[in-house]
């Protein structure tokens, strides 16, 4: 059974910085791409940034130039770097796996249990 275990979610003041970690566990074939999600209450889960395994990242409008997503392979840990953070980016942040648990056969969505991340002004 695949797990994504999130960690580093916290309070902090507008302008600074977090950083967020998701580890991935438990038998696969492949990480096809890790992705950070946030939600607020009342609002749908939205995609903050997504890093393809060996290509592109996609980042919302409403992040670039402030976060950062990456991965390490050797570790199977995402994440995602925060930066000049303000009140708006207050949300639960949810870690995303897209996994092929075979060679062969389709790949299957996981999801952390969130990580809540507090902006005070």
């Known amino acids: 059974q695949v797990q994504l275990v999130e960690s580093g979610g916290d309070l902090v003041q507008a302008g600074g910085s977090l950083r967020l970690s998701c580890a991935v566990s438990?038998?696969?074939?492949?990480?096809?791409?890790m992705a950070w999600y946030r939600q607020v209450p009342g609002k749908e889960r939205e995609l903050v940034a997504r890093?393809?395994?060996?290509?592109?990242?996609n980042y919302a409008e409403s992040v670039k130039g402030r976060f950062t997503i990456w991965t390490e392979a050797a570790t199977l840990t995402a994440y995602l770097q925060m930066n000049n953070l303000a009140p708006e980016d207050t949300a639960v942040y949810y870690c995303?796996?897209?996994?092929?648990?075979?060679?062969?056969?389709?790949?299957?969505?996981?999801w952390g249990q969130g990580t809540q991340v507090t902006v005070s002004l």
């Open positions: 890093v393809y395994t060996g290509g592109p990242t």
């Open positions: 995303n796996a897209d996994v092929s648990l075979e060679r062969f056969g389709p790949s299957y969505q996981y």
């Open positions: 438990g038998s696969l074939f492949r990480i096809n791409y």
